[in-house]
């Protein structure tokens, strides 16, 4: 069945590092991508997504990028803020765009920005 | 607009009681999905209502879990008897067709 995995966390940052967080993922069909992140306190809130091979998402200063090759979506952000504190969840959805599509997640990837 | 609303925040019962999960999505939207957490694990989906039907329950542990979506508004999710294994964070999520989904904040239910 389809899977998803994730970096293993926390990743501790300085504020306006670079980040990165690596995710691959296994489906049978083509599916689509996404980052949800959850801020404290907050429930899941979409961060970005990807439908089709070399979409980018970004929003926020994230980005990540449909690889089907290697079969990857990355997250990446040039400088992290101490608010970019969260935990991220990498997932995929397939299909994209049926209404009875549901969503396979990673474990979460939590992230510690600190001043 | 309203979100995803969640009832209770934090629920703490004893292993054999019974507790009761309330989720009420965007107004209008006819998918309504349980997903839970176990604590450092993946979420999972648990199940999927279209309207007031049950359109995929695999997800679902057991019998121990039922959930229910009358009149295809707000949803509830009931185990009983609980065990300790079913501590986690419960989310719920709705969806229009061919948009995302959005999802609540999550009831965090521990089992002692």
């Known amino acids: 069945g389809d899977s998803v995995t994730q970096m293993e966390g926390p990743v501790t940052l300085s504020e306006e590092a670079f980040l990165t967080i690596n995710c691959t993922y296994t489906?049978?069909?083509?599916?689509?991508l996404f980052w949800y992140v959850q801020y404290p306190g907050e429930g899941l809130q979409l961060l970005l997504k990807?439908?089709?091979a070399d979409d980018k998402g970004s929003n926020k200063g994230f980005e990540a990028t449909y690889r089907k090759e290697t079969t990857s979506f990355h997250l990446e952000k040039g400088s992290v803020q101490v608010s970019d504190s969260a935990v991220y969840f990498c997932a995929l959805s397939d299909p994209w765009g049926s209404g009875y599509s549901t969503l396979t997640f990673g474990k979460g990837t939590m992230l510690l920005v600190s001043p | 607009e309203a979100g995803v609303t969640q009832f209770p925040s934090h629920s703490v019962i004893e292993k054999g009681q019974t507790v009761t999960l309330r989720c009420d999505p965007i107004?209008?939207?006819?998918?309504l999905y349980w997903y839970r957490r176990v604590m450092g694990k993946e979420i999972k989906f648990l199940l999927h209502?279209?309207?007031?039907?049950?359109?995929?329950e695999s997800g679902m542990p057991n019998n121990r879990f039922l959930a229910e979506r009358t009149g295809g508004t707000y949803s509830t999710l009931k185990v009983q008897p609980a065990e300790l294994e079913d501590s986690g964070v419960y989310f719920c999520?709705?969806?229009?067709?061919?948009?995302?989904?959005?999802f609540g904040q999550g009831t965090r239910l521990t089992v002692v």
């Open positions: 990807a439908t089709k």
């Open positions: 107004s209008g939207h006819d998918n």
């Open positions: 999520a709705s969806r229009e067709e061919s948009t995302e989904a959005f």
């Open positions: 209502f279209v309207k007031e039907s049950k359109q995929d």
């Open positions: 489906a049978t069909g083509y599916p689509s």
